[in-house]
């Protein structure tokens, strides 16, 4: 990337910043060992979903709740969260971050187990916005099944579609590469969707479900 492309891209990384229960979230997810969505990313599914005003949300990946509480600050007070994370302590770690927002958790519903399980078990058609940020290894498999949820209008969001600048460099064959480029590929060439893959962060890949 040229200096003044990555000068630029710095400045829009850093134009957000975390308030203190997400960086009580981030210290937590430091301490588990997890990667959580960036400052940026956090903050475009805040105007993702203030923009979109979902009423369901399925969440693949819930870490510390860190991207949880983003949406959840978009979102109208009847809507609904659903979030799956096959870890526990994970689970844990993101009610402490829901308690410390004093979110209700009457909004959400935390389910424990592999998205591969969970999700072709949830209504199809009945979701206005899948956001995806698990194991980088299952990403297309996360995304295929995530098309089958979604209203009209609605939305797949991706986090880290780019897996770290791989999926641009044609020599990188990892796991997580190839199931980011299949998920990709996956939503650009079904008819039914509109695709957007932006590098914000470490990739942020949108897609829509055309209505009519």
């Given at each position: 990337?040229?200096?003044?492309?990555?000068?630029?891209?710095?400045?829009?990384?850093?134009?957000?910043?975390?308030?203190?229960?997400?960086?009580?979230?981030?210290?937590r997810?430091?301490?588990?060992g997890?990667?959580?969505?960036?400052?940026?990313?956090?903050?475009?599914?805040?105007?993702?979903?203030?923009?979109?005003?979902?009423?369901?949300?399925?969440e693949?990946?819930?870490?510390?709740?860190?991207s949880?509480?983003?949406?959840?600050?978009?979102?109208g007070?009847?809507?609904?969260?659903?979030?799956?994370?096959?870890?526990?302590?994970?689970?844990?770690?993101?009610?402490?971050?829901?308690?410390?927002?004093r979110?209700?958790?009457?909004?959400?519903?935390?389910?424990?187990?592999?998205?591969?399980?969970?999700?072709?078990?949830?209504?199809?058609?009945?979701?206005?916005?899948?956001?995806?940020?698990?194991?980088?290894?299952?990403?297309?498999?996360?995304?295929?099944?995530?098309?089958?949820?979604?209203?009209?209008?609605?939305?797949i969001?991706?986090?880290?579609?780019?897996?770290?600048?791989?999926?641009?460099?044609?020599?990188?064959?990892?796991?997580?590469?190839?199931?980011?480029?299949?998920?990709?590929?996956?939503?650009?060439?079904?008819?039914?969707?509109?695709?957007?893959?932006?590098?914000?962060?470490?990739?942020?890949l949108?897609?829509?479900?055309?209505?009519?």
């Open positions: 990337m040229p200096a003044d492309k990555r000068s630029a891209w710095s400045y829009a990384e850093g134009f957000h910043s975390d308030d203190e229960t997400m960086l009580a979230a981030r210290e997810a430091f301490e588990l997890i990667d959580s969505v960036s400052s940026s990313v956090a903050t475009a599914l805040t105007v993702l979903t203030t923009a979109m005003a979902p009423t369901h949300v399925v693949v990946g819930t870490g510390v709740g860190l949880s509480l983003a949406m959840l600050r978009g979102l007070p009847n809507a609904a969260l659903t979030t799956i994370d096959p870890d526990v302590e994970h689970l844990r770690a993101a009610r402490e971050t829901f308690a410390e927002a979110v209700p958790l009457s909004r959400i519903r935390s389910i424990a187990g592999r998205g591969q399980d969970v999700l072709p078990r949830l209504t199809t058609g009945a979701y206005d916005l899948v956001f995806i940020d698990a194991d980088p290894e299952s990403t297309d498999e996360y995304v295929e099944m995530s098309a089958r949820l979604l209203r009209p209008g609605g939305v969001a991706v986090n880290n579609a780019l897996d770290g600048d791989r999926v641009q460099q044609p020599t990188s064959r990892g796991a997580s590469t190839v199931s980011a480029r299949n998920a990709a590929r996956f939503l650009s060439e079904r008819e039914d969707f509109v695709t957007s893959l932006s590098p914000l962060s470490e990739g942020l949108l897609a829509a479900k055309k209505r009519g």
